[in-house]
């Protein structure tokens, strides 16, 4: 029926062990991959609003902005330039994503993260010594490589490497990674744009090293998953590597329904072409949609363009790069708040209840800039009401954050099953990268032109992937990564795409009605 959730009971569920201290470390090591992602989302919008920066890469948008050639505050930075400096990496990272899918499935998990790490390392270089756009753009685009390999591989890793029962808590860890990098480049943004003398860009930029060396560093002591040594053809290996980060010697049941996979999937001989195939449509659907509806939520405008649109809606240059910081505080806080629900209250709920919220939000800052700007542009805010916008959008930050934000990156990688793992989690990748390159990329042109109506353009998207979720995700908490085929199979949409055969062990299902 429509709507309805399901879950597995199984003895898979229910493997030996416990949840170890390596395993919990070595996860959240891995998770600081995320700190290179949410480390770029957050410094772009801060440094593309300071004018030492302006003036030198930009002198159009800078003059622009001082001089008022354009009456309407929506059009201030309306540059496409400007927005191919947000925008490149991500256009790169999904490139990337294709090349880093073999290496994470040949040569592993670890090796796909110290290379995306390596690549990202000589980008941040780059950015902080540009004297050019086209400095700027290269050490853009080879982060973007970097952000494409490290999404590819770490919450496949922590997927792999997580115990079933906390499998959400610690997936969500690479979310809270990317919103500490977020909140980070804010923070910084903030001091650098105190120098007086102006070069303070180049610090904010530049700083994009210290995440980089440290996935770098990580990665040389992260153990590999038993997914993927078994995957490579070492089995005594992998049940030794599962005996350790589960405690315990008694594995024999998690490991036989590993074997039983990785059997299966060395019988996949074409990935791509395999993922089109019926059996795994749900697969597909959901890897395409989560991220596509991620990135319609508009949480890249704020990620992005925050001190950029503060400024726009009248606060000064100091205040705008501080709410922009006050986003990012909210955004870690409430991310954790996801930490703790989703193997708790399950991940439809956190969805559900963040898009609504996302809704009536988006709702409200469109009437306001409408009340207050109008449709020609031409106007300004009382404190009062600037800080109600603000109050709103921060209530809109936190609901993205304990839902859409980290399980739009959980549940994709936690759904596939081994022999497409590493196609679907590119597929994810990759769409999720080619729509932040969109948002990014026309943003500011969307603005210029859609005014106040842009924000309910969002609202429209997050009333639709509402409505997804509701009738086409069934519940995944606490099931066991390897046995996800109970759950579609007895979806009342997906399951009549999932062979009885597909199914390990011919769990008993039990309805759960949502």
Not at 193 to 210: D, H, T
Not at 365 to 389: P, Q, Y
Request: charge should be positive; hydrophobic fraction near 50%.
């Amino acid at each position: 029926m429509a709507g309805g959730a399901f879950v597995a009971t199984s003895t898979g569920g229910n493997y030996e062990g416990r949840v170890t201290t390596f395993v919990i470390i070595t996860c959240l090591v891995a998770a600081m991959g995320g700190l290179i992602f949410g480390y770029d989302i957050g410094i772009s919008g801060g440094v593309t609003s300071m004018d030492s920066f302006l003036k030198k890469f930009f002198p159009s948008v800078y003059h622009k902005e001082k001089e008022g050639h354009h009456e309407s505050m929506y059009c201030k930075f309306d540059s496409h330039l400007l927005q191919l400096f947000t925008s490149s990496l991500y256009l790169s990272a999904l490139v990337a994503s294709f090349f880093s899918s073999t290496v994470t499935r040949l040569f592993g998990r670890k090796i796909s993260m110290l290379s995306g790490g390596l690549v990202f390392l000589v980008g941040a270089i780059l950015n902080g010594a540009a004297t050019n756009v086209a400095m700027l753009i290269i050490g853009r685009l080879l982060l973007g490589v970097g952000i494409g390999f490290a999404n590819q591989s770490v919450p496949i890793y922590l997927s792999e490497m997580a115990p079933a029962k906390i499998r959400g808590a610690l997936n969500i860890g690479f979310q809270m990674a990317i919103t500490i990098g977020i909140l980070a480049a804010n923070l910084i943004n903030y001091g650098t744009s105190k120098i007086k003398e102006g070069y303070g860009w180049r610090i904010s930029l530049a700083i994009a090293a210290v995440p980089a060396i440290m996935m770098i560093v990580g990665s040389f002591f992260l153990p590999d998953t038993p997914n993927s040594i078994l995957e490579r053809g070492h089995p005594e290996k992998a049940k030794k590597m599962l005996q350790k980060i589960r405690g315990t010697n008694n594995v024999e049941a998690e490991f036989q329904d590993l074997v039983a996979a990785n059997e299966h999937a060395k019988k996949v001989e074409h990935p791509w072409k395999n993922v089109l195939q019926p059996r795994y449509r749900p697969q597909l659907v959901i890897c395409i949609l989560i991220p596509f509806f991620q990135q319609l939520t508009g949480i890249n405008v704020i990620n992005f363009y925050a001190p950029i649109l503060f400024k726009t809606l009248g606060f000064g240059d100091d205040a705008s790069l501080m709410s922009a910081v006050i986003t990012g505080i909210v955004n870690v806080i409430c991310t954790a708040v996801s930490i703790y629900s989703a193997d708790r209250f399950g991940r439809r709920i956190l969805f559900l209840e963040g898009g609504i919220q996302m809704i009536i939000c988006q709702i409200f800052v469109a009437v306001m800039i409408a009340i207050n700007f109008g449709t020609n542009g031409v106007g300004n805010m009382s404190g009062s009401t600037a800080n109600f916008v603000l109050f709103l959008i921060c209530a809109y930050v936190a609901a993205f954050a304990w839902s859409w934000g980290p399980l739009g990156w959980l549940v994709p990688s936690e759904i596939c099953p081994l022999e497409i793992r590493s196609a679907g989690q590119a597929i994810n990748v990759s769409v999720n990268m080619f729509f932040t390159f969109l948002i990014g990329q026309f943003f500011l042109t969307m603005l210029c032109h859609l005014k106040f109506g842009l924000f309910l353009f969002f609202a429209a998207f997050c009333v639709i992937m509402t409505i997804f979720i509701y009738l086409f995700l069934p519940e995944t908490r606490n099931v066991p990564i390897e046995e996800m085929n109970t759950v579609w199979k007895a979806h009342w949409f997906w399951g009549k795409y999932i062979p009885d055969n597909a199914v390990i062990g011919g769990q008993n299902l039990k309805e759960v009605t949502a």
